[in-house]
């Protein structure tokens, strides 16, 4: 059964950085690509970055690109988020997802991704 569980939310100042962790069990992650979301209230969830587990290639939305960066720990089975220069508009709960790298689907695409964690609380005060 895959489990994925996110750490490393809190409160923090606008500018600050902050890291987040996602520890996944369950099955082998090579073929798959693990993805960070978040979801403010009252909003969508949305896509942040994702990492492909087999190459490391990355991929990250507009609005965080330059700022945050999604890195992974094959060996532990961690992707990690490093939030750098954090807005107030980065306040949301952040969720880790993960799906097989094939499909017909972007990998910025939500409904692409089968499981998901419960997700972390980012609260970044301005």
């Known amino acids: 059964q895959v489990q994925l569980v996110e750490s490393g939310g809190g409160l923090v100042q606008a500018g600050d950085s902050l890291r987040l962790s996602c520890a996944a069990s369950?099955?082998?992650?090579?073929?798959?690509?693990m993805g960070w979301f978040r979801q403010a209230p009252g909003k969508e969830r949305e896509f942040v970055g994702v990492i492909v587990w087999s190459g490391g290639q990355t991929y990250y939305s507009e609005s965080v690109k330059g700022r945050f960066v999604v890195s992974g720990d094959s060996a532990k089975n961690t992707v990690l988020l490093q939030m750098n220069s954090v807005k107030p508009e980065a306040t949301a709960v952040y969720y880790c997802?993960?799906?097989?790298?094939?499909?017909?689907?972007?990998?910025?695409?939500?409904?692409?991704?089968?499981?998901w964690g419960q997700g972390t609380q980012v609260t970044v005060s301005s």
């Open positions: 369950g099955r082998t992650f090579n073929s798959y690509a």
């Open positions: 997802a993960a799906r097989r790298l094939r499909s017909a689907w972007s990998v910025s695409n939500k409904d692409s991704y089968g499981y």
